[in-house]
Nanobody, 122 residues
């Protein structure tokens, strides 16, 4: 399984920005597409964004399209999520994972880590 550590979350006012990082195991990192997911209290886990193994293709949930940008640096075994114009409804625990493809029909290959908390105040 791919091991992951998420970081970069915090408390921010509505309209602000955060940059999340997900550092994963290096042995097979570049072999996987990677995705960001979030889960708010009382809600199911939600797909946010995905990026192909090469970084050449991306896919976003409608709720974040135009505000969030996913990227990756395989040399650093890291995938990023730049979040701009944050809204209170973005408040959630954000986690990354290896996925089979960038579309919402993907399978998840890794285990879920602790994630990083994003809190957007109004």
């Amino acid at each position: 399984q791919v091991q992951k550590v998420e970081s970069g979350g915090g408390l921010v006012q509505a309209g602000g920005s955060l940059r999340l990082s997900c550092t994963a195991s290096g042995r097979t990192f570049s072999s996987y597409a990677m995705g960001w997911f979030r889960q708010a209290p009382g809600k199911e886990r939600e797909f946010v964004a995905a990026i192909s193994w090469s970084g050449g293709s991306t896919y976003y949930a409608d709720s974040v399209k135009g505000r969030f940008t996913i990227s990756r640096d395989n040399a650093k075994n890291t995938v990023y999520l730049q979040m701009n114009n944050l809204k209170p409804e973005d408040t959630a625990v954000y986690r990354c994972n290896a996925i089979s493809g960038i579309t919402p029909t993907h399978s998840i290959f890794g285990s879920w880590g602790q994630g990083t908390q994003v809190t957007v105040s109004s």
